[in-house]
């Protein structure tokens, strides 16, 4: 326990009046002096009173070990707060690090979609292609086979015919014969 200064003079004073007061007890008691007695008495009593004055004043005001927690708190709070920024320093450098892998992801998902939408056109005109010299191929086959030739309409047929009509068609039309496949049956 340390006092200052001002409290080990306190404490020095108290401490002669103590051993005043004891010396005129003493004197009192051997000389039957009750009133010297009494005097002694409180003399060490106010000396008493002042040394107790002084411990509580120095334990009031005695901060020592209040500080000496603020400071390890203020260490603490300290080393704490550099974790702190070493944790969001490297929480940073990390979201950095997947920004730039996700770019990285993205320019290559992006090339590879262009090189397969480059091999999905080439194959698309390639099948275009063939489709398009089977087409030639067929229409010149059918050409050949004489399938595009334009044939004659085949003739209306009337279930019921009038005798003005049936004149009519025979001046418009030529006769020909109909055809009979397929079923067809004509009168």
Not at 25 to 52: E, F, H, K, P, Q
Not at 83 to 91: G, N, T
Not at 92 to 107: H, I, K, V
Not at 127 to 136: D, N, S, T, V, Y
């Amino acid at each position: 326990m340390e006092f200052t200064a001002s409290s080990k003079a306190a404490m020095v004073t108290a401490a002669g009046m103590l051993m005043a007061g004891f010396a005129v007890i003493i004197c009192s008691a051997s000389g039957d002096n009750v009133a010297g007695s009494i005097g002694g008495a409180c003399l060490v009593m106010v000396a008493l009173t002042a040394v107790i004055l002084v411990m509580v004043r120095h334990w009031i005001i005695n901060t020592a070990e209040e500080r000496r927690i603020l400071a390890a708190c203020q260490r603490e709070a300290q080393g704490e707060r550099a974790r702190f920024i070493a944790a969001q320093a490297a929480l940073e450098n990390e979201m950095g690090r997947l920004t730039q892998d996700m770019a990285a992801e993205r320019a290559a998902i992006r090339a590879t979609l262009i090189q397969e939408r480059r091999q999905m056109s080439a194959q698309f005109e390639e099948e275009r292609a063939q489709l398009a010299a089977k087409a030639f191929q067929l229409g010149a086959q059918m050409e050949r086979n004489g399938d595009l030739k334009k044939k004659p309409a085949p003739e209306q047929a009337n279930l019921i015919p009038f005798p003005k009509q049936e004149r009519q068609r025979a001046q418009d039309q030529p006769q020909h014969e109909r055809s009979r496949e397929h079923g067809v049956v004509g009168p």
